[in-house]
């Protein structure tokens, strides 16, 4: 059963990350880079969030690369998901995975991390428009 929760939490990225708009990739959305080294940007990071930053790249990118984790927060506000909703139902999954590594804090840290960086990528269109 576990098996298949993983498969289909990974078919669900995939189909986010290959589907969607990517009419940006680079600094102003608080990402850097191009292709796969598209990355969180640091220095747009809120000093108040950098600890949800470490722990992502402690628990989530051990699987994910951080070009999946940016395309997959890109493609949710691209076609007009609730980020919020889909990122608790990712990481309340991990959370019940055994081996996952991580616990209730850490996931509430993570999870507000990656919310922050939706609302600057969604800024960051809204002066666009």
């Known amino acids: 059963m576990r098996s298949l929760v993983v498969v289909g939490l990974l078919g669900i990225l995939c189909l986010m990350n290959n589907q969607g708009v990517h009419a940006h990739q680079g600094a102003g959305f608080g990402v850097k880079g191009e292709g796969a080294s598209l990355e969180f940007d640091p220095t747009v990071i809120p000093a108040k969030q950098m600890h949800g930053f470490v722990q992502m790249k402690e628990h989530c990118v051990k699987c994910h690369t951080q070009e999946r984790i940016v395309r ?6 691209a076609k007009g998901l609730d980020y919020d909703k889909v990122l608790r139902e990712i990481i309340g999954k991990k959370l019940r995975l055994a081996g996952a590594g991580l616990d209730k804090e850490d996931g509430r840290t993570i999870l507000e991390f990656l919310l922050t960086m939706y609302r600057v990528e969604v800024k960051a269109h809204d002066k666009l428009k």
């Not at 997959?72 to 506000?77: A, D, H, I, K």
């Open 72 to 77: 997959c927060l890109q493609n949710c506000y």
